[in-house]
């Protein structure tokens, strides 16, 4: 039944804190070069799936095959070098760093000096403010430029597959079109992006598909354009 | 003013010691959260190393006496570092997800076990480097005679210092060290190995404790088993003092408290000097709670 085309297929995924299930089997599959979007509540599980996938919790049951192979129980800093990058919710920059240094350490698993500095030349022309805040703390930024501070510094880790949790969160409607923008530009370069959500409205502008995520259940799932029209959804996440 | 040149100078060579095995503590809580009770006990194993190399290898009267200090301290630290990656990896690894208490007795037994090895292995009595193993003539300094054997100790203890301060701001994994500091878990998303990380500050810091040990036991002379203890707590203090987390507060911290203590023992007296050097620190807690550069509240231990 698998569907070989799946660049990242995750089947029955169950994972637990302690004794309490946050996810209860979940199972989805992203193409290559696609993005597709994970909607859903605050306490869904969005955070959860995305923090499996990146090695940074062990699932209790299922499996993650990223490009053919099982990834489920690999080292989270092996998990980056085969190209699976996350820019975690909040952003979490290092506050204390530079802009710079924190670039730098985006590109801690790549070791190809010339390919480092492409991929720095493609992040400034995504973000052209972080080349003019390089040398500031990344805590000094605003909201906005953090978000493109921690997109950008997943790009030089040269991502295969990028995972952004919530790039919208806290940003004006104006910095949310602008991130959400770049997501498919990036996306257009080569990188299959997989995006978190609760802004339903912003990500299925972008995506190519979509879930629906509920207390760690997938309850819906389908085509960008037919979510955004599907009744159900209008009412619970696009306020109609 | 001639005691206050001389009394600064002695200042900033013991202060340039704390200032070494600050380092380590401040390293070591800037990334876990704790304080490596035994990292005074890895100072008088660096002390005891240098002592011992010093003396199997005969280097006294074969080796230029400029050159000495640097064969113990490159092969104490690095003996130091050993047993600090190993101290990490049995006393506090397998403790990194207990709580937070089990690491702090395990970081006592630890040292309880070192400071009682060395009895064992050496003897429980106190032991000298030999006096005139840097003989080399008083330089002036403002008029004033400073002991040449001082300058030599500052100045290697500021030069490590500054190869600390330039890895860890110019170099990548530096910057992961520091990194790993702020964040885990989003270091972890960078592909940085948290563990590898955490394996080099406690050779780090350990490395740079045991060099300090020998520069003690150099230009002082006499060491014993037990002199980590108060050593490691001046140490301690000067990375309060700085603000612990912060690493050039440790450098700062631990050269400060050198010279007030050096300062109070030549104006006021030699016994009032700790407990000048305390109320130094209560002074400035109550100014500056997390130390003079400090951001972070150390309210973990």
Known sequence: MSNTSSYIEIKDLVVKYGKVEALHGISLNVKKGEIVTILGANGAGKTTLLASISGLIRPSSGTILFDGQPIQNIDSAEIVKRGIIQSPEGRRVFSTLTVWENLLLGAYTNHDKQKEKDILEWVFTLFPRLKERLKQLAGTLSGGEQQMLAIGRSLMGDPKLLLLDEPSLGLAPLVVRQILAAAKEINERGVTVMLVEQNAVAALKIANRGYVIEVGRIVMDGEAHALMHNPEIQKAYLGG | ?301
Do not use: C
């Open chain 2, 1 to 301: 003013m001639d005691i206050f040149i001389t009394q600064l100078s002695n200042g900033l060579a013991i202060g340039s010691i704390y200032a070494l095995v600050a380092l380590g503590y401040t390293m070591v809580y800037g990334i876990l959260r704790l304080i490596n009770f035994a990292h005074g006990d890895l100072f008088t194993i660096g002390a005891y190393f240098g002592l011992t190399i010093l003396v199997s290898f005969a280097l006294q009267g074969n080796v230029s006496p400029l050159i000495i200090p640097w064969i113990l301290i490159i092969m104490a630290a690095i003996g130091v570092a050993i047993i600090g990656f190993l101290l990490e990896r049995v006393a506090y690894r397998p403790l990194r997800n207990a709580n937070r208490l089990a690491a702090v007795v395990s970081a006592f037994g630890a040292s309880i076990f070192f400071a009682n090895a060395l009895k064992l292995i050496y003897s429980p009595n106190r032991q000298s480097y030999p006096a005139d193993i840097i003989n080399l003539p008083n330089i002036p300094i403002f008029g004033v005679d400073i002991q040449s054997k001082r300058l030599i100790m500052f100045g290697t203890a500021v030069l490590l210092m500054a190869l600390l301060y330039w890895y860890i701001n110019h170099t990548r994994t530096g910057t992961a060290i520091r990194a790993v500091a702020i964040d885990q878990g989003a270091a972890k998303l960078m592909g940085i190995n948290v563990n590898k990380i955490i394996s080099l500050v406690f050779i780090i810091g350990p490395a740079l404790g045991g060099a300090a040990g020998v520069l003690m036991g150099l230009f002082y002379g006499q060491i014993h088993p037990e002199m980590g203890f108060s050593f490691g707590l001046k140490a301690f203090v000067a990375a309060i003092i700085g603000g612990i987390g912060n690493i050039p507060g440790a450098m700062l911290g631990g050269l400060l408290l050198g010279v007030v203590e050096a300062i109070a023992g030549g104006y006021v007296s030699g016994s009032w000097k700790d407990a000048i050097a305390f109320g130094a620190l209560i002074v400035i807690l109550i100014f500056r709670p997390t130390g003079i550069l400090g951001e972070r509240v150390a309210d973990k231990i």
